[in-house]
């Protein structure tokens, strides 16, 4: 790696550790698990690859960290996770979000235990954090989580034939992004990625992010923080201008116009879909008991105008099903 490369990475990392420690405190009752959503099962912390360990006991702060919890997953579901004739149903992978660099898994867990409440089984990721990695090995790490989802269909009673994906922020460009991989022969060969595990049936995202190329405020910040690690040809296809293209899978987008200055970042992607003629919804909510921030339903999923959100996502998903 260059010189400049290297000392990029080293300052993220320095930076990113106050930040891991903040998102404890602004989420702690999330990382906390105070909240349990009555007849959800959950099986926590169950490994996606052979060389992750499993935690012997759940510590928050360290999950807000991260470190040794990459390769972790949690299962929330409506019906039994163990024993025999498990009950069969879709599936939604969820990808939290942190600007790369930040939050966890648990962060997401209470959107995720009340999507399981409406009839799915929601299988809640972590990955890699940045710069630990990049974006080629967050993707690595969501292949290897849709190939163990596949290898273990059976025994959580997936149904691999209706598998959708959500995300939020970062973890929503994450979710587009391997779309993308999926569905682009260039992306997978410049990433060296072969999909693996069951496809796509469509894709939800809550105030995501996601271009290199863009002219918005965040997107240009990332181009000159993130961007710096790859070259203008990586950028492109990176960014949902070179990724999305022919048998994209459907998307829902949410967003709302208080979450500034993010929603422009948002907005545009819906207008480069429009533009070219790709399949999606888009929604943009209005707060009413509740001013509405950046991914106000994964934080906050019980308010009124989450739960107009989450339903407006598991709609679409339920629309898509085979």
């Known amino acids: 790696m260059p010189k400049k490369k290297r000392l990029f990475v080293a300052f993220s990392w320095l930076n990113a550790q106050p930040l891991r420690i903040g998102q404890y405190y602004l989420n702690k009752d999330a990382f906390d698990k105070k909240e349990d959503v009555p007849g959800i099962y959950e099986l926590s912390d169950l490994p996606y690859t052979k060389k992750q360990k499993v935690p012997k006991k759940y510590h928050p702060k360290k999950a807000a960290v991260g470190k040794g919890r990459s390769h972790l997953l949690d299962i929330e579901s409506p019906t039994p996770l163990e024993g025999k004739r498990l009950e069969k149903l879709p599936v939604i992978v969820c990808v939290h979000g942190g600007a790369y660099l930040t939050n966890n898994k648990e962060c997401n867990r209470p959107q995720c235990q009340y999507m399981a409440s409406k009839g799915f089984k929601v299988v809640n990721v972590n990955y890699t954090l940045q710069p630990e990695a990049n974006l080629y090995g967050d993707m690595e790490d969501l292949n290897r989580a849709f190939a163990w989802i596949g290898e273990n269909a059976k025994k959580y009673g997936f149904d691999t034939d209706n598998v959708f994906m959500t995300g ?5 460009h994450m979710c587009l992004l391997y779309a993308g991989l999926r569905t682009q022969k260039e992306l997978q060969k410049m990433m060296d990625i072969k999909p693996a595990g069951p496809d796509i049936r469509a894709v939800a995202v809550t105030c995501p992010v996601g271009s290199f190329e863009a002219s918005d405020l965040i997107s240009r910040v990332f181009r000159n923080l993130a961007g710096r690690l790859y070259d203008k040809e990586e950028r492109h296809m990176l960014s949902y201008e070179g990724y999305m293209g022919e048998n994209y899978p459907e998307v829902a987008i949410v967003t709302t116009e208080t979450d500034v200055p993010i929603h422009s970042t ?11 003629g790709l399949a999606h919804e888009y929604r943009c909510f209005e707060g009413k008991e509740h001013e509405l921030h950046h991914v106000f339903n994964v934080l906050h999923p019980y308010w009124e105008e989450s739960i107009e959100a989450n339903d407006f996502i598991l709609d679409f998903f339920e629309r898509k099903k085979k």
Do not use: C, L, P, R
């Open 266 to 276: 948002t907005k545009g992607i819906h207008e480069f879909m429009e533009a070219k």
């Open 168 to 172: 939020d922020s970062s973890g929503g």
